[in-house]
């Protein structure tokens, strides 16, 4: 296997982790996969939760699911699919021998999952579109951005995005501006999180020059970056 791994065949490395049937050959195959662009590769992925699966590697399969997890906040913004992701994780370390590491990673994933569930919550309030609700997802949203390294779970970006739009679209463009200061203050990438023509129109609301400095250096196109892509778990199917 080692002879394989440094070849970089991925067909026969696959061959071989299947024909050998050995936890050591199905972990190392599997390491090796999370190398490549699984997140581009559906068959890749699910591969990969194949072989440390059938090598009963809860702990690895549980990492595994929890980068997948990542992916879908950062590349697909798609919450919802990440709560699924790291409870399956969760589900996987209950399984790994007791440790305190264990305990430690399991509150943790226990923690975020809570908090990412809150954030799910509060969106799916606003697009019920009852707005006599519309506050209870403003303070759910205004609780998280309370809790220190909440990027961990949830994006800063994607809290105050949706608190940008709720306040400015209720006339409170003085709050909907200090959040995108607060934006810019933590070097949060405006152009990832809001419209172009929404940080213009609070700007405009306070007779703020709009100093295109808050943008950073990244693109001087402030258009908001759109996906294409379906989720990575949902092509997994």
């Not at 810019?184 to 990438?189: D, F, I, R």
């Amino acid at each position: 296997m080692k002879v394989l791994l440094k070849s970089g065949d991925t067909e026969k490395i696959v061959f071989f982790a299947n024909v050998s049937r050995e936890k050591d050959i199905y972990i190392m195959a599997a390491n090796y996969l999370q190398s490549l662009d699984w997140k581009q590769n559906p068959e890749l992925a699910k591969t990969i939760i194949q072989f440390y699966t059938k090598a009963k590697a809860q702990e690895s399969l549980a990492t595994f699911y929890d980068v997948c997890a990542q992916v879908e906040i950062d590349e697909f913004q798609n919450y919802e699919k990440a709560s699924g992701a790291m409870k399956e994780a969760a589900r996987q370390l209950s399984k790994a021998k007791n440790s305190p590491e264990i305990v430690a990673k399991m509150d943790n994933l226990q923690k975020r999952v809570n908090l990412v569930d809150q954030f799910i919550q509060a969106r799916n309030i606003a697009q019920s579109r009852q707005e006599s609700s519309l506050p209870e997802a403003a303070a759910i949203c205004r609780q998280l951005l309370e809790i220190p390294n909440i990027d961990e779970a949830v994006r800063l970006g994607d809290i105050c995005a949706f608190l940008v739009d709720y306040h400015f679209s209720r006339g409170d463009a003085n709050e909907a501006y200090q959040l995108i200061q607060r934006m810019a203050k933590e070097k949060v990438n405006l152009e990832i999180f809001l419209d172009a023509g929404l940080i213009k129109e609070v700007y405009a609301r306070m007779n703020v020059p709009l100093n295109r400095k808050i943008f950073g250096d990244q693109n001087n196109d402030i258009e908001k970056k759109k996906q294409e892509e379906p989720p990575l778990l949902k092509r997994r199917k």
